[in-house]
């Protein structure tokens, strides 16, 4: 019973929907059809309006060539100024009327071109008749040859009007054919219009009847609905419970799903890291094997063929890449080796690392000494061994000299060792008392001066205030000389920290530290591209500080001062330069540059202590490089040193 109930309903709803929809739907229809109506009607309008003032653009144009004409008329038969600006006037005009027809017209290419055409024949025109006037000036301008020239006007008039006549009669016959479409669309709006008015109505009389079968059904519906909610509230009841039980059961399986998402969720995020970090591994395996130094290969456990080989293998050995991969491991041994090597590599099937010194075979036949590491891989699906050799022939044959010499140095080594030993401990003990031996006094001295000149300044005459001032810089040169010696000692002691260095880097730094104080200065600083160099960083940038701070001084008074720093190869070894165009020195005296305490020109001609360049002598020689000098007097100097060989390339990090 309540399946037939809601069935009628359903069916009443259901055409009452239908019908409304389909009435909506309509009336849309109707309303699109008759706004896209209107629409023409109002473009068609649009068009008729324009076609009417082309109509109304064309008739000017007519009348104010007419008034061309006179005037032009007027001015041929006498020759005055009011005559000529009435022409002119009547001109601007024409040409106005003509740009207001090209200007409504612009959709029209036909009527376009005939524009074109009649302002070419307008503008001919009026330069034959400017040309005429030029020809006959007097107060009455008409022209010898009148019937020559009636006949041009007359064939120019006629072209001018059939060009005209032509736009008129284009633009008449889109007048009434705008007005045709008009009409049209006039009476198409009105056919929709009361075509959706009778529709409108039908559909309403239709809906009022279909409303009456739905109150009707409704009203039965209800009676039978009203009987069904007696046996619907005992089955609601029995319901309620049922769902409290279903309810707590699906919470139940709910929290039992919940937990196995978690634990899938974290099983899938868990193989997805361990996917990520294999993929990871095996690309800087890749790298690794590819672009390690030494030798490496992969071989069958199985066949001992080679299954991979690096670049470092083809170049160390001498077989290219397809030999090396159609080639076993005991073809690279010598023959009375590979017995041994066959043994184990049949028990070397474990997965912990394997070391061993073994002996290698070249292509070219030579047997050289190697270290080798092996471990358990897996490659192409076959079990095989990585192996990683190490040309170790030269050591051992540098062992065993170095065994033969450590005989007879040790002995030295012991003696030369208590010598630095004492060397050292006496440099300290100075060190020690030149940093507060000496210092102290030397701050007192300086602070008493000072005060005296600041206290008693008024009881001391020019000469005694000269006096206490030489005492306060001489203390100054002390102090300054006492860091220069205790920076010489410290690079004496420090030890030498040698990595590759890129020397453009060091000597920006350098820079950096010598140019404070120079802004006034017109200085040419010119800087080559350094190459990089196997050094103690921090000690080479005191070198090119030392040298840049000497050619800063001796440049003082040049204009401007040109300072070069750059590098040349002689016999394979880089020299590194650092010029200038200072005062420059005598060569007889080059020896003495480097020795501390020694100078070549007096305080009051140049400061300085004479620590300087030893200093920058014992960092080249710590080196293992050398420092010389070139120079003439008043031509500059040029400071050449060497501190091993440059690296190839870029900058590597060992």
Known sequence: MDNSLRTIIKSLEMQVILAYGLSLSLLVLLGFLEYQTVRRLAANDQWVEQTEDVLNALDGLVGDRAVEESAHTADLVDDSESNLKSWLSAQTKTDHSLQRVLELTADNPA??????????????????????????????????????????????????????????????????????????????????AAAGSILALGLLISAVVLLHRDFAGRHKAEAELKHERDILHSLKESLERSNEELEHRVLERTAMLSQSNDLLRSEIEERERAEAALRESEEKY???FESNPNPMWVYDLE???????????????????????????????????????????????????????????????????????????????????????????????AEAEVRTLNQT??????????????????????????????????????????????????QLDEKGRHYFQRVIDATDRMSLLIDHLLRLSKVTRQELTKRPADLNAVVRAALDDVRDGTSDRKIQWEVGNLPVI??????????????????????????????RVDHETEGGKTVIFVKDNGVGFDMKYAARLFAVFQRLHSVEEFEGTGVGLATVDRIVRKHGGKIWAESQPDKGASFYFTLGPAAAGKLEIA
């Open 111 to 192: 009527q376009q071109q005939r524009i074109r055409e009649l302002h070419k024949l307008i503008q001919e025109h009026r330069g034959r008749r400017v040309q005429e006037g030029t020809e006959s000036p007097g107060s009455n301008r008409m022209p010898a040859d009148w019937s020559a020239r009636l006949a041009f006007e007359r064939a120019t008039q006629e072209n001018i009007g059939n060009l005209i006549f032509q736009m008129f009669s284009q633009e008449r016959g889109l007048l009434a054919e705008r007005h045709r479409a008009a009409a049209a669309s006039a009476r198409r709006t009105v056919m929709i």
């Open 286 to 288: 890749r790298i690794l």
């Open 303 to 397: 066949t001992l063929k080679f299954l991979a080989v690096n670049d470092a293998a083809v170049q160390n050995y001498g077989f290219s890449r397809e030999e090396f991969l159609g080639m076993t491991i005991l073809e690279i041994r010598p023959e009375e080796d590979r017995e041994a090597v066959r043994l184990a590599a049949a028990g070397a099937g474990g997965p912990e690392p394997k070391t061993g010194a073994w002996r290698h075979l070249k292509k070219d036949g030579r047997v050289i000494d190697v270290e080798v590491v092996n471990r358990l891989v897996s490659l192409l699906g076959r079990r095989g061994r990585l192996v990683v050799a190490l040309d170790t022939t030269a050591r051992n044959h």
């Open 409 to 458: 140095l040790e002995q030295r080594v012991a003696e030369r060792t208590t010598q630095l030993e004492t060397a050292n401990k006496e440099l300290e003990a100075f060190s020690y008392s030149v940093s507060h031996d000496l210092r102290a006094p030397l701050r007192q001295v300086t602070g008493f001066a000072k005060l005296l000149l600041e206290d008693c300044s008024e």
């Open 534 to 563: 196997a050094c103690d960083p921090d000690l080479v940038r005191q070198v090119f500080t030392n040298l840049l701070t000497n050619a800063l001084k001796f440049t003082r008074g040049r204009e401007p001062a040109v300072i």
